[in-house]
DNA sequence: GTCAATGCAAATCGTTTGCATGAAC
DNA sequence: GTTCATGCAAACGATTTGCATTGAC
């Protein structure tokens, strides 16, 4: 686990070795996800920006823009939930994958050190050599049984 | 595993006992996705479809009104592919998961029985009723490395 | 004849792009 | 001052919808 201002460190790290500009936007889009609980759309970091600091503005073509950066610069990932589109969340957290309630959209995240294992066997076993994989599972929640 | 003739009576039997018509188009989409290799998008049986019989004509709309139908009655399934979009098969084909090369597209169909068993399990430690799941390891596979 | 399904075109959604302007260096 | 990033609006691709017509029953 790392701390949210060292990953902010990050970012001006790699953005100064490329030999780009650090902006406050890409800095905040990071910030949101960093913070954020679970995982975000492109659509909802936009609305959280222009809600909680209604002074500076934001367009959704820069939230899209940073959230390609970051992703490619491997600070944040994003995986595809069913049809409901592109979610992100930092790289913060510890690798995990998602048990995921059709009915009310709970997530909980979980890790298994075995299908870890089985998965790169599997891969081996094909030649593959892995660089992710997105494992969610779907069904209904305690509650909503 | 389930034969084709299965299917389509499968078809059949599930739309009278709702009620609704029994239509060419329904049954050549899904005819498609029977006979098809791997997994294919609403584009691509649209496409399959214009080409084979030029005769029919057949419009974009409905074969995403099909989809998303046999879907709903579980006739298919469909997958989330990264950013290119669902992508449908049959349900005739036993359960499996996906090993996918992020540089040629390639897919491999593979199961685990003792992952199958793990996700159960952590399903039920976390009081979920699972329905189904989809795991997808991305990577490069041999031919691209 | 009734009602659902179709085909077409228009509408919509999420995302990307072109371009003039503004900010980082 | 140069160059990259931004904001806006227009463009885009995939999917959905409205509506008049067609086809299954």
Same mark, same amino acid.
């Given at each position: 686990?790392?701390?949210? $201002?060292?990953?902010?460190?990050?970012?001006?790290?790699? /953005?100064? !070795?490329?030999? =780009?500009?650090?902006?406050? !936007?890409?800095?905040? /889009?990071?910030?949101?996800?960093?913070? %954020?609980? @679970?995982?975000?759309?492109?659509?909802?970091?936009?609305? &959280?920006?222009?809600?909680?600091?209604?002074?500076?503005?934001? @367009?959704? %073509?820069?939230?899209?823009?940073? &959230?390609?950066?970051?992703?490619?610069?491997?600070? #944040? $990932?994003?995986?595809?939930?069913?049809?409901?589109?592109?979610?992100?969340?930092?790289?913060?957290?510890?690798?995990?994958?998602?048990?995921?309630? $059709?009915?009310? @959209?709970?997530?909980?995240?979980?890790?298994?050190?075995?299908?870890?294992?089985? !998965?790169?066997?599997?891969?081996?076993?094909?030649?593959?050599? #892995? $660089?992710?994989?997105?494992?969610? =599972?779907?069904?209904?929640?305690?509650?909503? !049984?």
């Amino acid at each position: 686990m790392i701390s949210s $201002t060292e990953v902010i460190d990050e970012l001006k790290r790699i /953005v100064k !070795q490329k030999g =780009l500009k650090y902006t406050e !936007q890409r800095e905040i /889009v990071l910030n949101i996800l960093i913070n %954020a609980e @679970g995982h975000l759309s492109a659509e909802e970091i936009y609305n &959280l920006i222009k809600s909680k600091k209604r002074e500076s503005s934001i @367009g959704i %073509a820069t939230v899209y823009r940073a &959230l390609s950066f970051l992703e490619e610069v491997n600070l #944040i $990932t994003s995986i595809a939930f069913g049809a409901d589109g592109k979610k992100y969340e930092s790289n913060t957290k510890e690798h995990h994958d998602h048990l995921i309630c $059709t009915n009310c @959209g709970k997530i909980v995240e979980f890790m298994d050190n075995e299908i870890e294992k089985r !998965q790169d066997n599997v891969a081996k076993k094909n030649n593959f050599k #892995i $660089t992710s994989h997105s494992m969610q =599972l779907y069904g209904v929640c305690d509650t909503c !049984q």
